[in-house]
């Protein structure tokens, strides 16, 4: 389950200066700015739930990037959500192999059913695309919060989000 906290300056850079001091140790000299980015950027997603607009900034200015650099790589790589993500995140897979299983009706059931479209939020939970949970000979795959699960068809979509929606951690 997915958690936020608001964005804090202070929380974050401890935790940039930790990243930068690994690029440091990978890289060497060239351990600066974008090559400590990506790390950066997961370290303020997995400590903050997301990364903040108001982090972009902040990033940008301690790794001596343009803010531009940084909301490219934000919006380029799909795990890095623009809000905040509900209190459960189904990932549902939309690769060639799940969607000859039936991912595409599973998609489209439920944004019928439950209102839920990749991306967005509802009743508690975020959709995600991604391309590909390495489950391909048990599709349709899917994963919630951190659970791997197998013939995600529209009856188990149903019963996922009931139970989620109950509270269900």
């Known amino acids: 389950m997915p958690h936020v906290i608001a964005w804090d300056a202070n929380r974050a850079d401890p935790l940039i200066d930790a990243e930068l001091d690994r690029a440091r140790a990978f890289f060497g000299a060239d351990g600066e700015g974008a090559s400590a980015l990506l790390p950066v950027l997961h370290a ?23 803010k531009a650099d940084v909301r490219g790589v934000l919006s380029f790589y799909h795990d890095f959500p623009e809000t905040p993500p509900g209190r459960h995140v189904l990932k549902l897979c939309r690769a060639e192999a799940c969607q000859s299983v039936g991912s595409e ?7 019928a059913a439950h209102t839920l479209t990749p991306g967005a939020t509802a009743h508690g939970v975020t959709l995600q695309n991604v391309y590909c949970l390495g489950n391909c000979a048990l599709g349709p795959a899917a994963m919630i919060d951190e659970q791997l699960l197998s013939g995600f068809d529209e009856l188990t ?13």
């Open 44 to 66: 303020m997603q997995h400590h903050f739930g997301f990364v903040w607009p108001e982090a972009v900034p902040h990033i940008a200015h301690r790794l001596n990037l343009s």
């Open 157 to 169: 979509a149903d019963l996922w989000m009931s139970r989620l929606q109950d509270g269900a951690p």
């Open 105 to 111: 009706r599973v998609a489209a059931h439920l944004a």
